[in-house]
């Protein structure tokens, strides 16, 4: 089994590294949340600092009135070997060792301010601090602001509920070891730590508490009833402690001759000589180490499985916005094709029917297009006063003869020429559909979202090469209309001719009416323009059919084969720096995927120390 040395370190070793990474818990479930640490908590004045400096050894705290404390202190003790040399290291300087404790206490004091200024704000980013002594037991405690009931002059009124919700922040966590400081001159049933201990953590498994100030409680009374328990009893003894008096503090009275003195208290007092083996800084901080090892042990597998699923989740999160690129020009160019494809992929799948969108082209086809042509104003251009006037025009000095083929021309023309708008209209349609699912698969493709330079160079490619379809698409439909004008169905008018006049006229009648010398009756121009709208009437049949084959032709299918050749064409022929300014990355992505690949090596590292120390 590892030693406590081990065990206690391996902790201290992740807790600084979870720092660095600016995980320090109120974050979710934390890894730096499931490491097991000792808060201690007490109110202001409760004598809290000499605790801690009593189980240290050394005089190194920051010491004034009001709130002293105003950012978390983790403190991580490291036993050395007897007659090696003291010294403390801070995480924020890890380069530098301070030897003289008086610097530390200085330390401790800017890098505070360095983060709250000089006001007497709090925050919750911790300070960690490293001791190396042969003085001191391997342990890890967390020293938190004083718990307080008033704000003083420079501090806010909501001070005293930030405190506390800092400090519940920390102990309401079911890894937490709570040492509840408390002066033994004031009422245990008012002690700030032990109510908060209480509400927190109301069987008293995970408290400790601890009595200061034995020697300065009133003559003829003393803390028994609270140091063994029938004040009010905890899952583990309480502790006294006797600190330093304000004089030997302003004497700069040595710790160690601190220490000695607490034992020869308790050894000689007659209230508790008895508890003497078990009173003093020097054991507490014995019975917190072998306890905080023992609580270690049993949340190995726990934090193991947690560091497990984080590991599972970092490269989740790193295969979703992507590992970094290569550097060299082959490997840049096969991304940058690899991506395009993705896109490809994606925008046809549009098309095909495997995302929505390309029913919309249908819907061109099938409702647009019918009702434009619906709208198409026959009915004005082959009215009796304008059939009539065309006729007319194209005569000119000569009456026609027998039949005004002219004039059909010209009325046959100018109703087609109408057809050129419908188609038009069809082509810049589906161009706007395309173009509209052209930034949907963008949007839609999740590799692209990484690389906002090449994002934008694809949709500007395929943007352009949608243009140039719109372009032939138009000039095709265009083409389709010229072709009916060019070449009229001679047959639609011979069997006109064939079947005579309408309305179930007699022959006789309508050998009168060709016979008529009066050729420019109602009746006749009548029939001219009905003529012309039937034969209208089958262009429009036909170009209903032929412009969606050639607007899906030229424009959806061009799209589907050849999108992005022209692009790729330009892609070959870059430069190596050019490509990887093409693979420009978001900036905020680049240092996202950072974070995620420094917390992935944090939690990969924590679980081989782990699995190379905890069972060994």
């Not at 006797?242 to 003195?261: E, F, H, T």
């Not at 014995?286 to 934090?303: A, G």
Request: aromatic residues 6%; glycine residues 6%; neutral net charge.
């Amino acid at each position: 089994m590892a030693t406590m040395q081990s065990l206690i370190g391996l902790i201290n070793k992740i807790q600084r590294a979870c720092t660095v990474l600016g995980d320090h818990g109120g974050e979710g479930m934390s890894l730096w949340e499931a490491l097991p640490s000792v808060a201690v908590v007490g109110g202001q004045s409760s004598g809290k600092s000499s605790v801690l400096e009593s189980v240290v050894g050394r005089d190194f705290l920051p010491r004034g009135s009001g709130i002293v404390t105003r950012r978390p202190l983790v403190l991580q003790l490291h036993k050395t070997e007897d007659g090696q040399p003291e010294y403390a290291e801070f995480l924020h300087a890890p380069r530098k060792r301070f030897s003289d404790f008086a610097s530390v206490r200085k330390e401790i004091q800017d890098e505070t301010d360095r983060i709250t200024g000089k006001s007497k704000a709090i925050s919750n980013v911790p300070i960690h601090l490293s001791i190396y002594s042969p003085n001191v037991v391997n342990l890890t405690l967390i020293d938190l602001p004083g718990l307080t009931k008033v704000a003083v002059e420079g501090q806010p009124e909501s001070i005293v509920r930030d405190i506390e919700d800092m400090v519940r922040s920390y102990v309401e966590k079911p890894n937490c070891i709570i040492l509840a400081i408390s002066p033994a001159n004031q009422d245990i049933a008012t002690s700030d730590a032990i109510k908060l201990a209480r509400e927190v953590d109301p069987s008293g498994e995970r408290t400790f508490g601890v009595v200061t100030k034995l020697d300065l409680m009133d003559q003829g009374t003393n803390a028994l009833d609270v140091l063994e328990g029938r004040s009010y009893r905890l899952q583990h003894p309480w502790v006294g402690i006797v600190n330093r008096s304000q004089a030997d503090i302003n004497k700069n009275v040595d710790m160690m001759y601190a220490r000695r003195k607490e034992r020869e208290y308790f050894e000689t007092s007659p209230e508790y000589g008895h508890l003497a083996s078990k009173m003093g800084s020097e054991y507490l901080a014995k019975l917190l180490s072998q306890h905080l090892e023992l609580v270690i042990r049993q949340k190995i597998p726990s934090i193991i499985a947690l560091i497990n699923k984080n590991i599972d989740d970092l490269n989740a999160e790193l295969d979703r916005i992507g590992r970094p690129i290569a550097v060299d020009s082959g490997a840049q160019l096969y991304t940058i094709l690899e991506l395009c494809r993705a896109f490809d992929r994606v925008f046809k799948e549009h098309l095909d029917g495997g995302r929505p969108g390309g029913d919309r082209i249908y819907g061109v086809f099938d409702h647009q297009l019918p009702a434009a042509l619906k709208k198409l104003p026959f009915d004005r251009h082959l009215s009796l006063k304008n059939v009539q006037k065309v006729v007319s025009e194209a005569d000119g000095y000569q009456p026609h003869l027998i039949a005004p083929e002219q004039g059909y021309r010209r009325l046959i023309d100018g109703s087609i020429s109408y057809f050129k708008g419908p188609a038009e209209a069809s082509v810049d349609a589906v161009h706007f559909i395309l173009k509209e699912l052209v930034r949907k698969s963008i949007a839609e493709t999740e590799e692209l979202k990484r690389f906002p330079t090449l994002t934008s160079d694809i949709a500007a490619a395929a943007n352009e090469a949608l243009e140039k379809f719109r372009d032939e698409s138009r000039r095709t439909v265009l083409r389709l209309v010229d072709m009916e004008s060019s070449y009229l169905t001679v047959e639609f008018f011979r069997k006109i001719h064939l079947e005579g006049p309408p309305n179930n006229a007699t022959d006789k009648n309508a050998k009168h009416d060709v016979s008529n010398p009066d050729r420019y009756s109602d009746n006749h121009f009548r029939r001219i323009g009905s003529n012309v709208n039937a034969y209208i009437g089958m262009v429009c049949d036909t170009l209903k059919n032929s412009i969606p084959k050639a607007v899906v032709y030229c424009q959806v299918r061009e799209a589907k084969r050849s999108l992005l050749n022209f692009f790729y064409t330009q892609v070959g022929r870059k430069e190596k720096e050019k490509l990887g300014a093409m693979l420009d990355e978001d900036p905020q992505l680049m240092e996202r995927r950072a974070q995620l690949a420094k917390r992935l090596e944090l939690y990969k590292t924590a679980r081989d120390d782990i699995d190379s120390v905890a069972w060994k």
